[in-house]
């Protein structure tokens, strides 16, 4: 399936081909909180980096986040990038995983599917003031699922190979 993005201000438009599009993992860490979207969590999905184009290049930033917050001692292995602009979080990167991209969900402008149920992962790192909302079918895990953003598609006969 294509995605096509954008960040808030319009600097920055890309698109990239996914056979993982569902939006169903919400992540709770401090990294996703502080970086990724400010309601509490982020939803990042997968993409393959050798199709990623972008427009507005030159306005990309992108940093390591520390993976230890408030410590500050230790980065995460995850590059974030986003609008140099506007601030807008588009997508990670990560060396160990070259060949994939994660947007953030946030910053697609296509129609995603929805997802038949979420996982709401690194709970453990939750905020009290972030509700955790239950629909029938959720699942709650304290750290990582044990199963990856392909392995949930595979699983459940969602992977869009060929749209």
């Given amino acids: 399936m294509k995605?096509?993005?954008s960040c808030h201000c319009g600097e920055v438009h890309f698109s990239l081909e996914s056979e993982?599009?569902?939006p169903f993992m919400l992540c709770y860490c401090s990294i996703c909180r502080k970086t990724g979207g400010g309601g509490g969590y982020a939803i990042n999905i997968m993409g393959l980096a050798a199709t990623l184009k972008v427009q507005g290049a030159n306005n990309v930033k992108s940093f390591y986040p520390w993976s230890d917050h408030p410590?500050?001692?230790e980065r995460s292995e995850g590059l974030r990038h986003f609008c140099g602009e506007c601030g807008t979080a588009l997508w990670v990167s990560n060396e160990r995983w070259r060949e994939l991209i994660h947007p953030f969900a946030s910053a697609i402008d296509t129609p995603l599917p929805a997802a038949p149920e979420r996982n709401?992962?690194?709970?453990d790192f939750k905020p009290a003031w972030v509700p955790l909302p239950d629909s029938a079918g959720d699942h709650h895990y304290p750290n990582?699922?044990?199963?990856s953003i392909q392995t949930w598609h595979e699983q459940?006969?969602?992977l869009a190979k060929g749209e």
């Avoid at 709401?120 to 709970?123: C, M, N, T």
């Avoid at 990582?144 to 199963?147: M, R, T």
Wanted: without cysteine; neutral net charge.
């Fill in 156 to 158: 459940r006969g969602l």
């Fill in 120 to 123: 709401h992962i690194l709970l």
């Fill in 3 to 5: 995605l096509e993005g």
């Fill in 20 to 22: 993982t599009p569902y």
């Fill in 71 to 73: 410590a500050r001692t």
């Fill in 144 to 147: 990582y699922p044990g199963e």
